[in-house]
C-alpha cells in the first residue's frame, strides 16, 4: 500500500486527491489527511510543518517521497498521469518541476492559516 499524507484543510490540496481517489485503483493507496490526525506522522518521525510544505508519500517498501518526487510515485500509479509522470522523469523538465514545486509550496505555505500557526508552535 502506498500512503499519501496530505494537506487535507488546504482546498486546492484536498481537490486534488480527491481526483486521484476517484481514478485510482482501489486498495493501491491510503490518503491520510495530515491537519487533521497527525498521529500517523508522529509514528513516521515527520514533522507536521515539513508535512505541510510538501507532499510526502510511502511506498509499500518504507521509502519515502517529498514534492515532486511524491507526485512522481503517484502519477506512475495512474493510467491518466503515467505520461505526465514520464514527461516530468524527463532531465531538464524534473529540475523545472522540482524550482517551481518548491516556490510554490513555499507560497501556499506562508499563504495558509493553520499552517502558519504549526510553524509558530514549531510543530
Not at 481514478?23 to 493501491?28: E, H
Not at 510515485?73 to 516530468?88: D, G
Not at 532531465?91 to 517551481?100: E, N
Request: with cysteine.
Amino acid at each position: 500500500m502506498i500512503t499519501v499524507f496530505y494537506d487535507d484543510k488546504c482546498s486546492l490540496c484536498s481537490r486534488e486527491i480527491r481526483l486521484y481517489k476517484k481514478i485510482a485503483p482501489k486498495d493501491l493507496f491510503s490518503w491520510v489527511g495530515i491537519a487533521s490526525s497527525s498521529k500517523e506522522l508522529n509514528h513516521e518521525n515527520i514533522k507536521i510543518v515539513d508535512a505541510l510544505m510538501y507532499l510526502h508519500v510511502k511506498d509499500c517498501k518504507g521509502n519515502f517521497y517529498i514534492g515532486v518526487d511524491a507526485f512522481k510515485l503517484i502519477w506512475s500509479k495512474l493510467s491518466y498521469f503515467k505520461y505526465l509522470n514520464y514527461i516530468i522523469s524527463l532531465p531538464v523538465i524534473y529540475q523545472l518541476a522540482g524550482f517551481f514545486y518548491n516556490k510554490f509550496a513555499k507560497y501556499r505555505f506562508n499563504k495558509l492559516e493553520h499552517c502558519k500557526i504549526a510553524f509558530k508552535n514549531g510543530e
